[in-house]
Every structure is written in structure tokens, then in C-alpha cells.
């Protein structure tokens, strides 16, 4: 079992308890070297694909620039060795198939690049935390934009072709993606443009087609503050963390989630966290019913998820002055926030 491991955005406009985008090239580490990640890497389907979007198998290529590919990863196969942390599926195979620059940034080309390599090397699941630049949501009505997401949506539908399951974070902008939102932010590489997005515009690959979206929720099972959301964009969620407003009572009282990094251990949150919890989970169907694949693996774990109603009165307010306002559409089902509810290994493998 493989699945793409990418540096991809390490956190989004200075949102509080996210790391921020490095504005310069940091150290490199090979996550292959990490204690309780070198026993599942699988070098042969590594790549780099950051350099125009041709593929570099060399390990400089694949190595990890900020540490957020390394989290992603420990969070799937994190091995079970007696040290660090452990993976939500510790015995199965990762690639790391990175997509970022030096500078933190994911331009189409490099993402295209990732998906076609994962199709043609046998990856069975690729889990995206990132959002490809410049544009948060790509939107249809400008031309430039427009083809862009088309190429994006061939290199995806490619990937499903070729049996390949694809998760992607959603994102951690608290917005409604299933309603107008102002982008104040993109493009991400420039001067920003205060421009409303509707349904014309995709966060890609969160929001293409093929792609199951992923939410983040907290300790309590809570929407994480900042995590996106909308009814038909979340098709599921996961933990993800948040040291906001849910704070568990553990010895760390930290309320992130805690996985490998480029010096050993370490703590971030976000729809990032959130969606390699998912495709942990996906790795373990197929661990267990090989037979099983592409799409089909996502509907098993969709089938043994818990439910999450929405907050009562439909209305989350974490903080109470409305900052992190976001309204709850499905009820009993919480299907806005929750897609198809909180994804459950445990379930999944009983």
C-alpha cells in the first residue's frame, strides 16, 4: 500500500496555532532517514516533482523542505517500533511524491506532475494537503483559470483511471465552500485581490471531481475553528486538531496532533492532519481486502463512519464573538460540516 506524501502548503495566512509559509528554502531532511518513518518508505515510487513538473526519482527530489510532508506521513504509516508515534496504518508503504518548491509553493504543473506519477506506480491512495497556486479557488470565468482546472481535472480523472483513490484537505479558511466566499488572499504569490468566489471557482484538488474532501474536527469531535467546510465539499471528516477550543485532558494538554518532522517530533492541526487520518484508514480497508480498490475503498470507510449531528441550533460559535461563526447544514447528520461523518479505523477493521 502506497499513497503521495507531500511537503504541499505548509499553513495558510497566519491563521493562529498553523505554521506559516516559509519565505525561503529552511533544511532539507529525507523522511526515509526518520526512526519511524525509513522502515515503510518505498524509494522506488518516490519522486520530486518541482522541477517544472518533470519527475526527479533522485532522492534530493523527494526529500522534505519544512517538515509538513514528514507530519502528513507519520500520521498514515508511522511505524509501530516502540519509539515516537505510530502510523494509523503502521505496517503499510508510503511514497513520497512531492509536489512543493523550495519556497512552499504548489503551481499545477508540479501537482499534474504527482497525480500521473501515483497512477502509473501502482499508488492506491493519494492524500493531498495542500491546495494548488496561485489561486485558492480557480475559477471557470477567467480563461487562464479555466484551463488550468481543466488540465488539473484530466491529471485527476487520470489518476481515478488507474484505480487510484484520491483525499484532499479542504482547506482552513473557514469558509463555506458550498456558498459565495470573498478570497481576499490569492494570488498567493503576489499582490492579493479581494474577489467573490461562487460556484464557477474550485479549490483544487479538494473541490474536483474525483476527489473526497476532508474536514477537520478537534478532540471533541467539534469542527476545528478554522476548518472549510459546505454541504456536497465535505464528503468526510477527521482529526485534525485544535489547541483553540479543544483542549483534551492528556499529560500534553496540547490539543494538536502530534507526528513525526524533520528533527524528530512535533505538533500542527488543520484539514492537513485531518486528511492523512483518512487515508490511514483507507490503507487499512485495503490491507484487509485487497481485493477492494479506487473509489470502493473510500465507500467502505464512508459505511463505517460515526455520525455527527450539527451543533445545536445549527450554529457554531466556538468563540463566542462570532470570529469563527460558520452555519451547520444536515441536521442529525452534520453532513455540512461532517460530509459523511468522523471516520473510524476502528470500524473500518473490526
Not at 29 to 54: F, K, Q, W, Y
Not at 260 to 270: A, C, E, H, R
Request: proline fraction near 7%.
Amino acid at each position: 500500500m502506497e499513497h503521495e506524501a507531500d511537503p504541499g502548503r505548509p499553513g495558510q495566512r497566519g491563521q493562529p496555532g498553523q505554521s506559516q509559509r516559509p519565505g525561503r528554502r529552511s533544511r532539507q531532511r529525507n523522511p526515509g532517514t526518520h526512526p519511524d518513518l525509513a522502515p515503510n518508505i518505498d524509494r522506488a515510487a518516490s519522486a520530486g516533482c518541482a522541477n517544472e513538473g518533470v519527475p526527479d526519482t533522485s532522492e534530493a527530489a523527494w526529500t522534505d523542505d519544512f517538515g509538513h510532508g514528514t507530519h502528513v506521513a507519520g500520521i498514515v504509516a508511522a511505524a509501530k517500533n516502540g519509539i515516537g508515534v505510530a502510523g494509523v496504518a503502521p505496517n503499510v508503504r508510503v511514497a513520497s511524491i512531492k509536489v512543493g518548491d523550495a519556497d512552499g509553493f504548489i503551481y499545477p504543473e508540479f501537482a499534474v506532475c504527482g497525480y500521473v506519477w501515483a497512477a502509473d506506480h501502482g499508488v492506491d491512495v493519494a492524500t493531498a494537503s495542500f491546495a494548488v497556486d496561485p489561486w485558492l479557488r480557480w475559477c471557470a470565468t477567467d480563461p487562464d483559470q479555466k484551463a488550468v482546472s481543466a488540465v488539473m481535472q484530466r491529471a485527476i480523472s487520470y489518476a481515478n483511471g488507474k484505480s487510484v483513490v484520491a483525499v484532499a484537505s479542504l482547506g482552513n479558511d473557514n469558509w463555506d465552500l458550498a456558498h459565495n466566499v470573498v478570497d481576499s488572499f490569492s494570488p498567493t504569490n503576489g499582490p492579493a485581490q479581494v474577489r467573490v468566489t461562487d460556484s464557477n471557482c474550485k479549490i483544487f484538488p479538494a473541490e474536483a471531481t474525483g476527489v473526497n474532501g476532508v474536514s477537520s474536527v478537534g478532540a471533541f469531535k467539534d469542527r476545528y475553528y478554522n476548518s472549510n467546510y459546505g454541504t456536497g465539499k465535505a464528503d468526510i471528516t477527521a482529526p485534525g486538531g485544535d489547541r483553540l477550543f479543544q483542549i483534551p485532558q492528556t499529560p500534553d494538554a496540547d490539543g494538536r496532533v502530534l507526528s513525526s518532522v524533520l528533527d524528530g517530533y512535533g505538533y500542527m492541526q488543520g484539514t492537513s492532519m485531518s486528511t492523512p487520518h483518512v487515508a490511514g484508514v483507507l490503507a487499512l480497508v485495503k490491507s484487509k481486502h485487497p481485493e477492494v480498490s479506487g473509489q470502493q475503498l473510500f465507500t467502505a470507510a464512508v459505511r463505517a463512519a460515526e455520525m455527527l449531528p450539527c451543533p445545536p441550533g445549527g450554529i457554531d460559535d466556538p468563540d463566542g464573538q462570532g470570529t469563527y461563526k460558520a452555519v451547520c447544514d444536515g441536521g442529525a447528520t452534520g453532513s455540512g460540516f461532517y460530509g459523511a461523518g468522523l471516520v473510524n479505523a476502528l470500524n473500518v477493521v473490526s
